[in-house]
């Protein structure tokens, strides 16, 4: 039998999206995580959101002239697992 799970996350702010990477990266201590299994993880696409990247992103919009939203989306934090048949 297989079976996948999708999960989508709005990151709102500089902090959401520090806090996001800092978890997924391991940076911090996560309550329930098997160490042992964390080299099975993958990664597509941005390896990691340094505070440099969200200061870049800051700039080219404040050059841009326009204003960001209080309360836009910054960034979606995108999880995919699947069982072994499924992929």
Do not use: C, W
């Not at 990664?43 to 200061?55: D, T």
Request: hydrophobic share 45%.
């Amino acid at each position: 039998m297989a079976f996948a799970i999708m999960r989508f996350k709005k990151l709102k702010t500089p902090g959401q999206i520090a806090a996001a990477d800092y978890h997924n990266a391991r940076k911090i201590d996560v309550p329930g995580l098997d160490a042992s299994r964390t080299k099975m993880n993958k990664s597509v696409g941005a390896e990691s959101a340094l505070i440099s990247v969200i200061n870049r992103l800051d700039e080219i919009v404040e050059s841009s002239g326009k204003k960001i939203r209080s309360n836009a989306v910054r960034a979606v934090e995108t999880m995919l697992t699947a069982s072994p048949d499924f992929f």
